[in-house]
């Protein structure tokens, strides 16, 4: 990566929609050595997607969770199991496996706290390989602008 993909990534990382034409003059370079530089970035795994940023709320998401669970276990083929699964179960929003006491951290979000019940009951407590979890309210999440200093 040089610094004409970092200037590229770093307007993309605050608009994924950003046309080539925007970032060709944004980057200060041709349009089609933009379309060439994002086939690239896309075809090494440098981008992996694009996302929208919705406002949970705004669509009747209202509470969201971030859920430490702790496996009986770790058994690769439980761990491995665990982590194929939840990522498809309703309201998962990210799944982080980690390294510590607890072995993922689910990122959830559900219509109210009455949801969130039902889904720790039926995805979580029933789960044969959960030994514990522990669920913390998100009050405010903020993103933060690290991204920008890591590709400077």
Request: charged share 25%.
């Amino acid at each position: 990566m040089d610094e004409l993909d970092r200037r590229i990534l770093r307007v993309l990382s605050t608009n994924s929609r950003t046309s080539g034409a925007a970032l060709a003059t944004a980057t200060g370079t041709a349009e089609s050595t933009v379309s060439l530089r994002l086939k690239r970035l896309q075809q090494d795994k440098v981008i992996l997607s694009t996302r929208i940023d919705l406002d949970l709320m705004a669509i009747g998401m209202t509470v969201q969770a971030l859920i430490s669970v702790r496996l009986v276990s770790i058994v690769r083929e439980d761990v491995e199991n665990f982590r194929r699964e939840a990522p498809n179960w309703p309201g998962v929003l990210a799944l982080f496996h980690m390294a510590g006491a607890d072995d993922f951290l689910l990122h959830v979000a559900a219509r109210n706290s009455i949801e969130l019940r039902d889904f720790v009951l039926e995805h979580l407590a029933s789960h044969p390989a959960v030994a514990n979890t522990e669920t913390n309210l998100i009050f405010e999440h903020v993103v933060g602008s690290g991204l920008e200093e890591i590709l400077r």
